[in-house]
């Protein structure tokens, strides 16, 4: 089979129905939080916080910006304030090898940067299609909000952090 025939056959491919196959969690919802996210780690990475490995960047460094750049608790934003509470009462749970969750415990004093923590392993379930067995909507949905308004907090609060957001030219 040549290459032209390859991609010919994919003309009668049907694409799958994916709004369907995220069980009720709102499609614009999912395609902001990776707008934000994807844009929010390269921000990291362009601001130094970066996982290096042999020279090579493995990954942005959620831990260390948490640690070191985060507003304290409370911020006296209520939508904040609220996302970091639900955040914290709410972690993201983790899947087993035979598919079922996992609970963990909730987060201790209430705090910002232990909340921004759990943005990546938002993404990660998300993502890696965790969500898509047994989704609790109300749950997943408020998760991927509170974690949109923790990273628009921190692009809020920090100038030098929202012009590497916004970059795109080095």
């Known amino acids: 089979m040549t290459v032209n025939q390859q991609i010919d056959s994919l003309a009668g491919f049907t694409e799958p129905e994916f709004a369907n196959l995220l069980c009720g969690i709102d499609e614009s919802l999912v395609i902001r939080f990776f707008h934000y996210f994807s844009r929010f780690e390269h921000a990291l990475k362009l601001s130094n916080f970066k996982i290096i490995d042999s020279g090579f960047i493995k990954g942005a460094n959620w831990w260390e910006f948490a640690n070191e ?94 012009e590497h957001f916004q970059c795109i030219d080095r």
């Open 69 to 162: 750049s985060c507003p304290e608790y409370p911020t006296h934003n209520t939508l904040v304030d609220e996302a970091v509470r639900y955040i914290c009462d709410n972690p993201v749970k983790r899947q087993r090898e035979d598919l079922s969750w996992s609970s963990r415990r909730r987060i201790r004093p209430y705090s910002f940067s232990e909340a921004l923590k759990q943005v990546p392993n938002i993404r990660n379930n998300l993502f890696h299609g965790g969500k898509y067995l047994r989704p609790n909507v109300t749950r997943d949905s408020e998760l991927l909000r509170s974690a949109i308004f923790l990273m628009q907090f921190c692009l809020m609060t920090n100038h030098q952090f929202f």
